[in-house]
């Protein structure tokens, strides 16, 4: 059986979520890198694969899916086995872990994007409302890791993947972490885990990049 196909851009949030998946499941992907700087998620050949142009998109055989928590979703159905933790059969747990995933895509990735990873790069400035919504969101994980290993409870699942993508532009983040200490012990633990740096560098020499090229220029 062929290989799935993800296209992806190498250190994009989104993508990382899906890459972490794909190695705690322990499912080969073909990467097929894409380049946004070379708009090569406009071209023609891609737009006919995902006319949103978004990455990260995968292709199993003659079947397309796009959108990250999807195709998490869909990667646990096909590789997980009879009922895997990190997206469990179980009414419930799937409940709280669908709860935290809508969440991350309607509120926290949302946040840790406008608020820190987009001024970075088109570099302007934050608002006071957006610097209030950023430190909502960090007390939000900070009360929802507490007295837990991970976002759902003691085991990991696919919201930890969403979500610590985002958390990891913390690393942009002026004010001070120590504040969300059950925040920091979840993000330490999921650096802990044995694939979290292959997968995650990209995004930390992108920020390396912009940060340098930001201090050029200004
Ligand atoms: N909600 C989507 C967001 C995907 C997304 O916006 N990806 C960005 C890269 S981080 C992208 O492909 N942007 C190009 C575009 O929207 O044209 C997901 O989770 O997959």
């Known amino acids: 059986m062929a290989n799935i196909q993800l296209y992806h851009f190498p250190g994009s949030p989104p993508c990382r979520s899906v890459l972490m998946t794909a190695k705690a499941l322990g499912v080969p992907l073909e990467l097929k890198p894409l380049s946004s700087l070379n708009k090569d998620h406009l071209s023609p050949e891609f737009l006919k694969i995902n006319p949103d142009h978004t990455t990260p998109t995968i292709v199993d055989g003659d079947f397309t899916l796009w959108e ?13 086995g009879e ?4 997206y469990s ?8 872990v ?4 809508d969440y991350d895509l309607g509120v926290f990735y949302r946040t ?3 608020t820190l990873m987009l001024p970075l790069r088109n570099k302007t400035k934050t608002t006071k409302e957006q610097d209030e919504k950023v430190i909502k969101a960090f007390e939000r994980i900070d009360t929802q890791v507490k007295d837990k290993k991970f976002l759902t409870g003691n085991t990991l699942t696919i919201a930890d993947f969403a979500v610590v993508v985002g958390f990891a532009a913390e690393v942009l ?9 059950n925040a920091m012990a979840w993000y330490k633990r ?4 044995p694939y979290y740096k292959e997968v995650n560098q990209p995004f930390f020499d992108l920020v390396e ?9 200004s």
């Open 68 to 80: 990250s928590r999807a195709i998490m979703r869909y990667l646990v159905g096909k590789f997980g």
């Open 83 to 86: 009922d895997n933790s990190l």
């Open 89 to 96: 059969r179980d009414l419930q747990k799937r409940a709280e």
């Open 98 to 101: 669908d709860r935290l995933l």
């Open 112 to 114: 840790m994007l406008e």
């Open 173 to 181: 983040y002026p004010g001070d972490m120590s504040k969300y200490p």
């Open 190 to 193: 999921m650096q802990a885990l």
């Open 209 to 217: 990049n912009l940060k340098k090229q930001r201090a050029e220029t």
